[in-house]
């Protein structure tokens, strides 16, 4: 089988972990990642044996501090059917003529905007519509979560409205440069936050409202979902409307907090602890007055990464399936459910 060749432009937070569940694929390979400097993330990608390119002016850093690159980030591109662009939000939109240039697929993430993409992907929402597209935006970590678990309930119950307060972790744990740390933070202070705007980017049909605050921690974001349906329902219902769901995991068993679910993720021997599900306590959901409310945790740096395999298997025609890919990458990865 020929497989499909990926570029990874911006290898962090979300660019390390798509490498890795790329390389996890036996329908695509890796064909090199990008570094702007040869630091400590450039070391053990080069120890793990990725082709590491950079732009032309620091090919010579990278030669001297002993991991050469294989070349620039325009050759990297050149060498792909598609980049996954995983650069700082507000940076990747200033790829989009190297990528039309070289005649290659991209996909960026939720930090860009709906408009440069023009059509913004959750895999159990819209795999279809992905198929054969030459671009693609994957939604953001706290979009991804709020669609995956909004999707099968308008299916089965019909959605008039939701309403989400989000507890927004402050940053990424690696991140030594912002905050806060004491303080809570209304962000943005004037209401939507842009996440109900951004899960109509998905779902136009959904009426939903957003407002979130940023809070001292680094682990995960924590969502208080409410939504009104159209449909009287039971706790037991949505409960197994949830419990169907592919990349949706209950957490009980002594997990009360974000920091246990970590401990769990840990104890799994996840790779660096990464949750890829939507971790809903199932005691949190309750039902009343065709009314549903829930608590879900949301891992930043991981949720979105299973989302980047199907939307790379949708553009690249690899599967025409939605079920099949969501299937096919949770396997690989290591995603288990139950
Ligand atoms: N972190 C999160 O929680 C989530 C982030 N996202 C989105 O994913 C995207 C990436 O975010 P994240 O991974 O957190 O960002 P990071 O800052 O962790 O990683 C981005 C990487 O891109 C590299 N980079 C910086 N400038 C350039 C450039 N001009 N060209 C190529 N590479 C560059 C940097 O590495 P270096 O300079 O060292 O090479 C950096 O490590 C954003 O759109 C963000 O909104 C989505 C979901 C969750
Ligand atoms: O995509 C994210 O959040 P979001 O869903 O709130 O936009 C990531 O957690 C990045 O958020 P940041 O912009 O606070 O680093």
């Known amino acids: 089988m020929v497989k499909a060749k990926i570029a990874v432009n911006g290898y962090g937070t979300i660019g390390k972990r798509v490498a890795d569940a790329v390389r996890a694929q036996d329908d695509m390979e ?5 570094k702007t400097k040869p630091n400590y993330e450039a070391a053990v990608a080069h120890q793990l044996g990725y082709d590491i390119y950079a732009p032309a002016a620091n090919l010579g850093a990278f030669e001297k501090a002993g991991m050469p690159a294989a070349g620039t980030i325009e050759e990297m591109v050149e060498k792909a059917d598609l980049v996954v662009d995983c650069t700082p939000g507000g940076v990747g939109e200033g790829n989009k003529s190297l990528y039309e240039k070289a005649g290659v697929k991209a996909i960026w993430q939720g930090g860009e905007d709906h408009s440069l993409a023009g059509f913004s992907f959750n895999a159990i929402c ?21 669609c995956r678990a909004i999707y099968p309930i308008d299916k089965e119950l019909g959605v008039k409205k939701v309403r989400v307060i989000l507890a927004r972790r402050a940053t990424d744990p690696n991140d030594v440069k912002k905050g806060p740390i004491n303080a809570i933070v209304p962000d943005p202070i004037k209401l939507p936050s842009h996440h109900g705007p951004d899960v109509k980017s998905v779902l136009p049909q959904i009426n939903i409202t957003s407002a979130a605050l940023k809070i001292p921690t680094t682990l995960m974001h924590v969502h208080t979902v409410n939504m009104e349906v159209d449909k009287d329902c039971t706790v037991d219902e949505v409960k197994n409307i949830f419990g169907s769901q592919p990349r949706i995991r209950f957490v ?9 679910i970590m401990e769990f993720a840990r104890d799994m021997k996840r790779p660096r602890n990464d949750m890829w599900e939507n971790c809903i306590w199932p005691e949190s959901i309750t039902v009343g007055d065709k009314e549903i409310y829930f608590f879900q945790a949301v891992h930043q740096e991981s949720i979105v990464v299973p989302e980047n395999i199907d939307a790379i298997r949708a553009m690249m025609e690899l599967e025409s399936d939605g079920a099949k890919s969501i299937e096919k990458t949770n396997k690989a990865i290591g995603l288990y459910n139950k």
Request: glycine share 12%; with cysteine; net charge negative.
């Open 126 to 146: 819209n795999y279809e519509q992905a198929v054969g597209r030459d671009l693609v935006r994957v939604v953001s970590c706290n979009t991804t979560a709020l």
């Open 30 to 34: 890796i064909i090199g990642i990008s």
């Open 252 to 260: 009980g068993q002594g997990m009360s907090s974000t920091a246990e």
